[in-house]
């Protein structure tokens, strides 16, 4: 299953070395990437492509048959290059847009929602937990100033705005970066719908499976590290009890890298989207009756 169908470059990739007994079932919560992935069926009809979103994929795997079946899970967290590149979605300031930012379009919440209704403790907390903004508290307070006299509705106003709080652009990343970042997280609850997915790829995955996630800065990845390490621990008893009691054979995964994994040189030369991202995979082990 790809959970994160997305522009499909890891569906070929993972249909190209797959026999015609294999099966792939893409997911995606963006309309726009299940188009895509339609297409790509016309080459592989062993492709199965649903507009679903990846918090979904326990309730995918009953219906289609195959829950407990699951020989590999994959969610790539980035946001989709033809996201960032069509200026309607509002998640890019390279270009000036509506200040959308919603994976799923069928949805109403905007980032333009936020800044515009937002009290401003909520968009302090945003701007900080989500994005690590060091100026959060200043950011936020000047976006609630502002909204008063001229609402937030593009995404190059409200990136002048950080700007200016900035004192101007100083060097390779924008400083309005984090913000958006922030903003997305909040639109699409990126954070939350993360956990719950967890949960439910660990329960369709069958034994010996695989479950790997490819996040894109450390709020992610801290959530996913946190949970292949609590599942791969034998002993679940309480850190404060003296001695163990739980009968210390309560694994249920393998973590598979020690270490998280970063593009090589070679990957980074070819794909500069890449240099942020982090990989982590573990292998489902059987439970003891």
Same mark, same amino acid.
């Given at each position: 299953? +790809?959970? #994160? ?21 893409? &997911? ?6 299940? @188009? ?27 219906? $289609? ?26 998640? @890019? ?8 930012? =919603?994976?799923?379009?069928? #949805? +109403? ?5 936020? &800044? ?7 968009? *302090? ?11 959060? =508290?200043? /950011? ?24 200016? *709080? ?6 390779? /990343? ?16 990126? &954070? ?18 695989? &479950? ?6 450390? %709020?992610?990845?801290? /959530? ?39 593009? @090589? ?9 890449? =240099?942020? @991202?982090? %990989?982590?995979?573990? $292998?489902? %082990?059987?439970?003891?009756?």
């Amino acid at each position: 299953m +790809d959970c #994160t169908f997305g522009g499909g470059g890891h569906a070929k990739e993972i249909l190209g070395k797959m026999d015609n007994r294999g099966c792939l079932i893409a &997911l995606d919560r963006d309309v726009e990437a299940v @188009s895509r992935g339609l297409e790509l069926k016309k080459e592989h009809p062993n492709l199965k492509v649903l507009h679903r979103n990846f918090t979904e994929v326990k309730d995918v795997a009953n219906e $289609e048959g195959v829950f407990g079946k699951v020989n590999g899970i994959l969610a790539d967290l980035g946001t989709s290059m033809f996201q960032l590149k069509n200026p309607e979605r509002g998640f @890019s300031f390279s270009t000036d847009g509506p200040l959308d930012m =919603r994976m799923d379009t069928s #949805t +109403d919440l905007t980032a333009a929602d936020v &800044l515009n209704t937002y009290p401003e403790e909520e968009l *302090i907390r945003i701007f900080r937990d989500y994005g690590e903004e060091r100026h959060a =508290r200043r /950011i936020a307070r000047e976006v609630v100033a502002r909204r008063k006299r001229n609402p937030y509705r593009n995404t190059l106003a409200f990136a002048r705005l950080i700007e200016d *709080i900035y004192g101007g652009r100083r060097g390779r /990343i924008h400083p309005a970066t984090l913000c958006f970042q922030a903003l997305r997280i909040a639109v699409n609850e990126e &954070l939350e719908v993360l956990s719950r997915f967890l949960d439910c790829a660990l329960e369709v995955l069958a034994v010996n499976g695989r &479950l790997v996630v490819i996040s894109f800065h450390s %709020l992610e990845d801290r /959530i996913v590290k946190n949970f292949f390490r609590n599942k791969s621990r034998n002993c679940i008893c309480p850190p404060s009890q003296a001695r163990c009691t739980c009968g210390g054979d309560n694994a249920q995964v393998r973590v598979l890298t020690r270490k998280v994994v970063r593009p @090589s040189q070679w990957e980074l030369d070819r794909n500069p989207a890449s =240099r942020s @991202s982090r %990989l982590r995979a573990a $292998e489902k %082990l059987e439970i003891p009756s």
